[in-house]
């Protein structure tokens, strides 16, 4: 895999033209579609004509516009096939549920984001008779002996929600295939960045509310995985998204499609940020966790599975030892020197600041916190590329000195 492989995935797709020759394509409106004729309405419901032919049966089933989308993701991660959700949460969800039976078991890493920590951890296990052993993916024998022979999945992200530590996808992959599992990475911190799919995942989830969209305007998500499985994700009688329903809007469809053109430009400006920031924190002796410092202690292992163009993530988080001190640097940063947002999530142009601990990983017991790594005194900065880079250091560094942590 090189960088330049999903890029070229992506110019190669047939480019959907407007319906009147313009070089958008037209945002499909219609919840229903027109069969000629009357034969054909059977042969959609049993399953015998279906989307890429041209035959549409529902707006919750296929969508073309968010069809298309499916296969603008579906180059971007190298699988076959892909479809979309109305949310990251409705990717993942979908992706579990059609992975697992009731009775089944889940060997997931223990830092994931809060909301997928609470559906393994407390809503699967009530509602669907799933559960989930939760441990450090760090350590490969620690996720061995969680396998039984109940396990279904082994569930990662690609680089934690918010620890930043990297999942060893092929030695995950073996884990998983070894004992007939199956291994899906959320790839929603490493877009371009990391292949799961290349690497070894069967199935890649994406909350595309991140990077992919890139504006915060738009709650969107994705499942990437075989023709098969993405046409039973749409199965009229076990399907989870035929069924549950999170659709995604077309007109929510078209807006991300547009954006996909420049992730590429927009996942290098946050990276080369996000790494020129944790240089310089490192300097000045502030304990700053970066995959791409040489200290860090998956910085060999993300380089081995990354696409070089794309620097080490534009995520980075800082510990500053207690909440007080966190929410101090925070206020300051937003407050008196504009330097960003306290705000959850990631991927926006400008930079977000969220503490963890209180926020996007509260779903977790104290204990779960501790185990995992999250401190009450970490913030998650998600990188922006607005200003000068000179700027927002200078910026940083005043509000860093001013809380006395240089
Ligand atoms: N996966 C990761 C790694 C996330 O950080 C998030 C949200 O923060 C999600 C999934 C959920 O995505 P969404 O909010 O689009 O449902």
């Not at 190669?12 to 309405?41: D, Q, Y």
């Not at 947002?341 to 930079?351: I, P």
């Not at 017991?365 to 927002?392: F, H, K, N, P």
Request: glycine share 8%; charged share 20%; hydrophobic share 40%.
């Amino acid at each position: 895999m090189t960088a330049s492989d999903p890029i070229e995935r992506l110019a190669r797709l047939r480019h959907e033209f407007g319906e009147h020759g313009g070089v958008n394509m037209s945002i499909e409106a219609s919840t229903t579609f027109t069969v000629m004729k009357p034969g054909t309405m059977p042969e959609l419901f049993a399953g015998r004509k279906s989307a890429p032919e041209g035959c549409y049966l529902y707006g919750r089933h296929f969508n073309p516009t968010v069809y298309h989308l499916g296969q603008q993701l579906a180059a971007l991660e190298g699988t076959e096939a892909a479809y979309c959700a109305a949310s990251g949460m409705a990717a993942i969800s979908a992706a579990i549920l059609q992975l697992c039976e009731s009775g089944d078991h889940i060997v997931a890493s223990n830092t994931v984001y809060g909301g997928t920590y609470a559906l393994l951890h407390d809503f699967l296990p009530a509602k669907a008779n799933i559960t989930t052993t939760f441990v450090d993916i760090s350590d490969l024998d620690a996720v061995k002996s969680a396998m039984t022979d109940q396990t279904s999945i082994v569930y990662a992200e690609s680089i934690a929600n918010p620890t930043l530590r990297v999942a060893d996808i092929p030695a995950l992959a073996d884990i998983a295939h070894s004992s007939g599992s199956q291994l899906i990475v959320d790839n929603t911190f490493s877009p371009l960045l990391i292949s799961p799919a290349a690497l070894g995942a069967d199935v890649v989830v994406h909350s595309m509310t991140k990077f992919i969209n890139g504006a915060s305007d738009i709650i969107a998500g994705a499942v990437c995985g075989s023709t098969e499985f993405i046409q039973g994700l749409m199965d009229l009688h076990l399907g989870p998204l035929m069924i549950l329903g999170p659709t995604m809007d077309p007109s929510v469809a078209s807006k991300i499609s547009l954006r996909i053109p420049h992730l590429a430009l927009r996942v290098r400006e946050h990276a080369e940020r996000a790494e020129y920031f944790a240089r310089k924190l490192d300097e000045v002796g502030v304990k700053v966790a970066y995959p791409g410092l040489a200290h860090h202690p998956d910085h060999e292992l993300l380089d081995r599975q990354r696409c070089e163009d794309y620097g080490f993530g534009g995520i980075l988080t800082l510990d500053l030892g207690s909440e007080e001190k966190a929410n101090a640097l925070m206020d300051s940063l937003q407050n008196e020197h504009r330097f960003g947002y306290m705000a959850v999530s990631l991927g926006y142009f400008d930079t977000l600041m969220s503490c963890p601990s209180t926020s996007t990983s509260s779903e977790m017991s104290d204990e779960d916190l501790s185990t995992a790594g999250i401190g009450s005194g970490l913030v998650r900065m998600s990188v922006g590329y607005t200003g000068t880079v000179e700027q927002r250091w200078q910026q940083l560094h005043a509000a860093l000195s001013e809380i006395g942590a240089v």
